[in-house]
């Protein structure tokens, strides 16, 4: 299916995160229904439902705002009768009036992909165009967090490790290990061990008593 | 890990909430819904102070609020929160009073803390989130200090951090560290001294140079073949130090000396010689002759005059020369004849004195007489009767006597009175008397002793006329001679003298004969003494003079010439000794400069070790400091900022500007992180979200926020509790929003608690968070309350139902 670009970057990016082709037209609760595309989630998602307007180039009266929410309406509708929990997305791609977003909203979650900067071969052109694309579709996409700060042995935790990977090769063993030991009881206890290293290369008769 | 999940809440009398409530929450979403008042947040406030005995939001309102917590119809209450870890269930408990809650049993504190910071989003709260955290700061107890040590758990990097700071600054490592100043002053102290000690060595070098210069210079003047270094000071000692040239000039003093004797003897010759040339042998024949006619003149005379002395003198020895004898001779004759003057002119005396002595005795004895006739007239006893008369006086008061008792009228006309008085009188004079003649008397008789012995001291000495007579004879022959003898006086005189000059002329003449003898000795002496000591032998026509001269020249010489060798032998000794002691002193000082180099360089090598520790501290620190700002930054950009983001875009895709915290790039001790917005499209930095962002969208923000804190924390609690969220939130937001919860919820694994007023919403998300997948769960929990009755809560669960509705046109 030779499509808009736009609508084939999108459906790329939704195949990437689990999301399913549903061959279209489609039929629910015996009525059809075409869209240049249609997408279901899967697992956590199983319940999404994606359908993608070309307003540019689209068939299936994609280009017509008012047949495009009459469609979605008869859809919702439809669902509603089977008693059907499924959620629709309406990806619109391409240019959009307002009030037809707005209008579309009180039936179905509405994102609107607009501008994003393909490339001659129809790819994303680089990793805003991505970053761009993937904003504008972010809450179909799975949130990912950044790894946890792993915790390390003898509950130094992971910034205690970093700081010592990062002293470098030469770095008194003695010293930072006394230094880390007592960084747990605080930085007087820091300062004292490290005060005492320091005083025990001295001659003793160098040292005088602290007053 | 089995997942801890609310399983249940049970409310009696809490808050707006009347009578008892049972509501189950074990699914993995709760839905709430409730009209304004029906009591949602009361539900979720149980649930907070069920596990954590307090109600932050109310706290914030009023610090006494545990006595709203019980419903105002009912005197007690409780509240119940039951959880599940797999089969483990948990009870959270708190009673309530009019007083207030009590709590039974709650969360741990730090779970308690993670439930009111990152679990529970109060709605009051979620207005003031974004203030709250642009307001932080960097106190410790700040939210985001806060955040951001439950985030990276940094308080070990900040101890080890603020611990090293002392060693950034050399002032303060000096009062941490006991032995830095101390090594520091030891060896500022060090090299002072050694500067010091560099520069006497040097001098001392110096010194021991010119020592060696001086002494070679004097070995060379005195010709001794050495070399002169300072390991062969002994050597040069020893040549120096040589005895021959002392010996040298011992003998040539011992010369000077012989030849100075020997001249001594040549002078007193010749001037003895010349002096008496005068007297010769014809000159002595002549004194002789003289003396012999005087002798043939007046020999018989002085002859006849010692005669007549030795025979007047008999005890007296006179010297035979004649002047001599008339010398002595008169003065033994005057001596003799003052002698008989003196006695002829005593008995003289004393003849005359014993008659008028004896006048005298007469006189006084007839003066003791008369006084002895007067005393033995008046009566001895007149004193003490004219006493004892005078005190009787006071007891005669008339003319009766008080002794005899008669009237004195009888005896005489004169009052008795008076006639007392004037005995009294009388007998006071006469003892007045007594005394005046006692010691008149007593004189006298001492003027008749001292005159009879005088007249017996007289007597003894028997001056009588006879002796007296011949003491004038002999004073007279006395007289004769010594007259006789001032006559010829004159003639003695010249006799004496013509005597001595005879005798004088005799010996003159022999001593010059000895003379001439020794002076002929000399001579060969001293010629002896030139050849002696090498010098050419005296020449004929050679004065004595010219030739000791010339030998005295010659030794002078020679002595000034040793006398110089001398002085530069002992100045040489002198450097010797100098130069030893500079040797030593050098030594001494090489070796204190050594030891003092070794411990300046043992402390110059503790402060370097101290100091390599010291670099290492700050290399720690640093590292610390570049770990922990890029841990922060890192924590913040990619994992903060980036969820933030992510979440905030969900929700409204559409606008521009993004909220994010900004880390200024200094400072990482002092956290101080800025709330900004930065354009999603180029990235830059925009105002803060107040600025830029709308009402609805700032609450998109907050909320984000929060669900982007409690994302990126390490997992306390896998529950998220929020009250009425999206009350100012726009539609599109809501189906964005309901998206997020779905995500968090079947994607992440929050068990979601949520509670909306708004009815079009609470279907929309009961749909939106319908189970999606076996397993999955959604519990709907429809709160109603009437005036007069209690409040209810009525649940229903919905399970996961396969899809049917949706069929591929074939």
Redesign the interface.
């Known amino acids: 299916m030779s499509g808009s670009p736009v609508v084939g970057a999108v459906q790329e990016r939704l195949r990437d995160v689990g999301y399913r082709d549903l061959s279209t037209p489609f039929k629910v609760a015996g009525v059809e229904f075409a869209f240049t595309g249609a997408m279901r989630g899967c697992a956590g998602r199983a319940l999404d439902l994606v359908l993608l307007i070309d307003t540019t180039t689209g068939d299936f009266g994609d280009r017509d705002g008012g047949r495009v929410r009459q469609k979605v309406e008869a859809l919702s509708r439809a669902l509603d009768v089977t008693g059907s929990r499924y959620v629709v997305t309406v990806i619109l791609a391409g240019a959009v009036l307002a009030e037809g977003i707005d209008a579309l909203s009180d039936t179905c979650r509405v994102l609107h992909v607009e501008n994003v900067k393909l490339n001659d071969d129809g790819k994303l052109a680089d990793e805003n165009a991505k970053l761009q694309l993937d904003d504008r579709i972010r809450v179909l996409l799975p949130l990912t967090l950044p790894e946890p700060l792993a915790q390390t042995e003898g509950g130094a935790g992971p910034a205690m490790d970093q700081f010592v990977r990062a002293l470098p090769a030469d770095k008194n063993d003695a010293l930072v290990d006394a230094v880390i030991d007592a960084s747990s009881a605080g930085a007087q206890a820091v300062t004292d061990v490290v005060a005492l290293i320091i005083n025990d290369v001295f001659p003793p008769e160098l040292r005088r008593e602290q007053s | 890990m089995t997942e801890l999940i609310l399983k249940s809440l049970n409310i009696n009398n809490f808050r707006s909430i009347r009578g008892q409530m049972h509501a189950p929450l074990d699914a993995k979403v709760v839905l709430v819904h409730g009209e304004n008042g029906a009591g949602k947040t009361s539900l979720l406030s149980a649930v907070e102070l069920a596990l954590t005995g307090k109600v932050q939001s109310l706290e914030h309102a009023d610090r006494n609020y545990g006595k709203q917590l019980l419903h105002r119809s009912a005197s007690q209450g409780d509240v119940l929160v039951r959880t599940m870890a797999g089969t483990l269930e948990q009870r959270f408990e708190v009673t309530l009073t009019a007083a207030g809650a009590k709590s039974v049993t709650a969360l741990d504190k730090q779970r308690a803390t993670f439930f009111r910071e990152r679990v529970f989003l109060p709605q009051s709260l979620l207005s003031q989130l974004l203030q709250i955290y642009q307001d932080s700061g960097n106190d410790v107890t700040s939210p985001l200090a806060l955040f951001v040590a439950e985030?990276?758990?940094?308080d070990?990097?900040?101890?080890?951090?603020?611990?090293?700071?002392?060693?950034a600054d050399v002032r303060n490592?000096r009062k941490?560290?006991?032995?830095?100043?101390?090594?520091e002053n030891?060896k500022s102290r060090l090299d002072l001294l050694l500067t010091d000690q560099r520069k006497r060595r040097d001098e001392l070098i110096g010194q021991i140079r010119s020592e060696i210069n001086e002494i070679e210079k004097l070995c060379t003047l005195l010709n001794l073949p050495v070399e002169v270094r300072e390991e062969t000071l002994d050597e040069v000692a020893a040549v120096l130090s040589d005895d021959t040239d002392s010996k040298d000039f011992d003998l040539l003093t011992d010369h000077r000396r012989r030849l100075s004797s020997i001249r001594r003897e040549i002078d007193a010759a010749q001037i003895a010689i010349n002096s008496e040339a005068a007297i010769t042998p014809e000159s002595a024949d002549e004194a002789r002759k003289a003396y012999g006619r005087w002798e043939t003149e007046y020999g018989d005379i002085v002859s006849a005059l010692r005669r007549r002395a030795e025979a007047l003198l008999p005890d007296v020895s006179l010297p035979s020369d004649p002047e001599k004898f008339s010398d002595a001779a008169l003065a033994r004759l005057r001596m003799e004849k003052n002698q008989l003057s003196e006695r002829t002119s005593q008995v003289r005396a004393d003849i005359a004195r014993r008659a008028s002595a004896k006048d005298e005795l007469d006189v006084a004895l007839r003066r003791r007489k008369t006084i002895d006739d007067e005393a033995s007239r008046l009566a001895s006893n007149a004193g003490s009767l004219g006493s004892a008369l005078s005190e009787l006086t006071s007891f005669i008061t008339d003319e009766t006597c008080p002794v005899c008792d008669r009237n004195f009228t009888e005896v005489s006309k004169v009052p008795l009175n008076e006639h007392v008085h004037s005995k009294v009188q009388k007998l006071s004079a006469s003892a007045e008397r007594l005394l005046v003649i006692g010691r008149t008397r007593s004189e006298v008789q001492v003027a008749i002793e001292r005159l009879n012995r005088e007249i017996e001291m007289i007597n003894a000495r028997s001056p009588e006329e006879e002796t007296l007579a011949q003491l004038d004879r002999r004073l007279a022959s006395v007289e004769d001679l010594i007259n006789e003898l001032m006559v010829i006086a004159e003639a003695l005189r010249e006799g004496g003298r013509l005597r001595a000059a005879d005798i004088a002329a005799r010996r003159a003449v022999s001593d010059i004969q000895a003379r001439h003898v020794s002076l002929a000795s000399a001579s060969d002496t001293l010629n002896d003494f030139a050849l002696s000591i090498g010098a050419p032998a005296l020449g004929e026509g050679d004065s004595f003079e010219i030739a000791s001269a010339r030998l005295d020249a010659l030794l002078a010489v020679q002595a000034a010439h040793l006398e110089e060798r001398l002085s530069m032998r002992r100045k040489g000794g002198d450097h010797i000794a100098t130069l030893r002691s500079n040797v030593a002193r050098r030594n001494e000082a090489d070796q204190r400069i050594s030891a003092d180099f070794a411990s300046a360089q043992?402390?110059e090598q503790?402060l370097e070790?101290?100091q390599?520790?010291?670099n290492?501290?700050n290399?720690?620190r640093g590292?610390?400091d570049?770990?922990?700002s890029?841990?922060i930054r890192k924590?913040f950009n990619?994992?903060l900022n980036?969820?933030w983001r992510?979440?905030f875009?969900?929700?409204a895709?559409?606008e521009p500007f993004v909220p994010a915290f900004r880390i200024p790039e200094s400072s990482t001790q002092k956290l101080q992180p800025k709330l900004i917005t930065e354009n999603?499209?180029d990235g830059n930095a925009g105002g803060t979200p107040g600025a830029m962002l709308s009402a609805g969208n700032l609450n998109t923000a907050a909320l984000t926020l929060f669900i982007a804190l409690h994302?990126?924390v390490?997992?306390e609690l896998p529950w998220l509790i929020l009250d009425d969220p999206v009350q100012s939130m726009d539609?599109?937001h809501i189906?964005?929003f309901?998206?997020?919860l779905?995500?968090?919820?079947?994607?992440?694994k929050r068990q979601v608690v949520i509670a909306v007023h708004d009815r079009q919403l609470f279907e929309y998300l009961r749909?939106?968070l319908?189970p999606?997948?076996p397993d999955?769960s959604l519990l709907t929990l429809e709160l109603s309350r009437g005036p007069h009755r209690d409040s209810v809560c009525v649940s229903k669960r919905f399970s996961f139902?396969q899809?049917?509705?949706?069929?591929?046109?074939a």
């Open positions: 985030l990276l758990g940094l070990r990097l900040d101890a080890i951090e603020a611990g090293l700071k002392p060693l490592v941490i560290v006991d032995g830095w100043l101390g090594a030891e043992r402390v503790a070790r101290a390599t520790l010291r290492q501290g290399m720690i590292t610390v570049k770990v922990r890029a841990i924590e990619d994992r980036r969820v992510d979440l875009v969900r929700l895709p559409g999603r499209k994302l990126s390490p997992e539609d599109i189906a964005q309901a998206a997020l779905r995500t968090l919820s079947k994607e992440h749909l939106e319908s999606a997948f999955d139902k899809e049917t509705a949706l069929f591929s046109v």
